[in-house]
Every structure is written in C-alpha cells, then in structure tokens.
T-cell receptor
Framework: ETGVTQTPRHLVMGMTNKKSLKCEQHLGHNAMYWYKQSAKKPLELMFVYNFKEQTENNSVPSRFSPECPNSSHLFLHLHTLQPEDSALYLC????????????FGPGTRLTVL | GQNIDQPTEMTATEGAIVQINCTYQ??????LFWYQQHAGEAPTFLSYNVLDGLEEKGRFSSFLSRSKGYSYLLLKELQMKDSASYLC??????????WGAGTKLIIKP
C-alpha cells in the first residue's frame, strides 16, 4: 500500500463504547497528526507526534487518547464520547522539513449516538 | 487571533474559469497551501506559495500577495471532476498550519 491509510472508514458508536482509530503511513515520514473535520468548519488540529513523541495537544478532551508506537503508526483511542464528537477524523503525516507538505489519509467518519 | 477567510461556496460552468480567494491574518507567515478535497476523501495537496507571485501547474494556478495577506487559486478549463472543496491553509511563525473552512466548488454542465 502507498500513502496514508486509515481504518475503519466509518464508525458508529454509542456514548459508552470504547473504540480505536488506526492510521498507517507508508511514506517514511517522521511526523504524524490527528485532525477533526466538522462540516463547514476549519480543520482542527488535535495531536502531533514527531519521532513518536507527542509535541502538540491542542486542549483536546481526555476522552480522546492518542498513541504512537512507532513513526509509521498512529492510533486514536475513543471512550465515553459525546454526540458533538461526530465528525471526520483525519490523519496526516509529513517529513522532517518544517514547511513540508502534509499528506492525508481518507479519514474515519465517526457517528456518536 | 489568527484567521483565514474564504467563500463558503461557489458555482461555475464546465469549461469556464473560476478564482477562489483566500485572505489571512496570522502571527507570522511561512507559506500558504491549497488543498483539494473531494467528498468523503482525503485532502490532496495542490500548491505551496511562500514568495509573492503566480505559480502555475497545468490548469491550476495559485497567487500570493504577502503584503495584502491574500491568495487565490485559479482553475481553468473547468471539468466536472473539479467539483470539490478547496482548502486554504497558512503556516504561521510556529510552523503550525492555520486552516480556512474551505470553499465548496460546484461545477454545472
């Protein structure tokens, strides 16, 4: 596979469920990102990892928990979500240059009932 | 605060030309990106401008004026497959990307 992949593509969960989103990049990049995309709103940066270390946490509620076991894989663990968390969750990766282009995965469409 | 403004929606005709504007106010500037996002798909990179002027890539061109805090994406010879959202993003002084809400472009036959 090439580029950035995300699974699952669609997820429906209740507020008491626990689920995880997975992202994998095959580009040899060292930085990975989680974004939230809601309708008609700008992309919201949630978390940034550089060389497996978290370098950014944009005041994200603790019901979202990221994990980066290596530079190629990124997870977002979800628990006790709220209906307003329903959105498209996008993963992206980039190289080591500060102005390098971000490459995105296709996203996970999350619906919280 | 930091702000990126772009129109919410635009409509154009197949074969025509359309210009999507983006204005920004950010703390510092390290370049401006345009991405295309088809419904249900990943945003894909279109262009990067860091110096003033016009960058041309086939049917797509991107212009930047740093003094005016302004950019536009110009799409020529529009095709139905160009129907998508176009996202403008500015990299600030901390190398963080600040995103606009996107412009949904509808192409009519």
């Amino acid at each position: 596979e090439t580029g950035v992949t995300q699974t699952p593509r669609h997820l429906v969960m209740g507020m008491t469920n626990k689920k995880s989103l997975k992202c994998e990049q095959h580009l040899g990049h060292n930085a990975m990102y989680w974004y939230k995309q809601s309708a008609k709103k700008p992309l919201e940066l949630m978390f940034v990892y550089n060389f497996k270390e978290q370098t950014e946490n944009n005041s994200v509620p603790s019901r979202f928990s990221p994990e980066c076991p290596n530079s190629s894989h990124l997870f977002l663990h979800l628990h006790t979500l709220q209906p307003e968390d329903s959105a498209l969750y996008l993963c992206a990766s980039t190289g080591t240059g500060e102005t390098d282009t971000q490459y995105f995965g296709p996203g996970t469409r999350l619906t919280v009932l | 605060g930091q702000n990126i403004d772009q129109p919410t929606e635009m409509t154009a005709t197949e074969g025509a030309i359309v210009q999507i504007n983006c204005t920004y106010q950010t703390s510092g500037f390290n370049g401006l990106f345009w991405y295309q996002q088809h419904a249900g798909e990943a945003p894909t990179f279109l262009s990067y401008n860091v110096l003033d002027g016009l960058e041309e890539k086939g049917r797509f061109s991107s212009f930047l004026s740093r003094s005016k805090g302004y950019s536009y994406l110009l799409l020529k010879e529009l095709q139905m497959k160009d129907s998508a959202s176009y996202l403008c993003a500015v990299m600030d002084s901390n190398y963080q990307l600040i995103w606009g809400a996107g412009t949904k472009l509808i192409i009519k036959p």
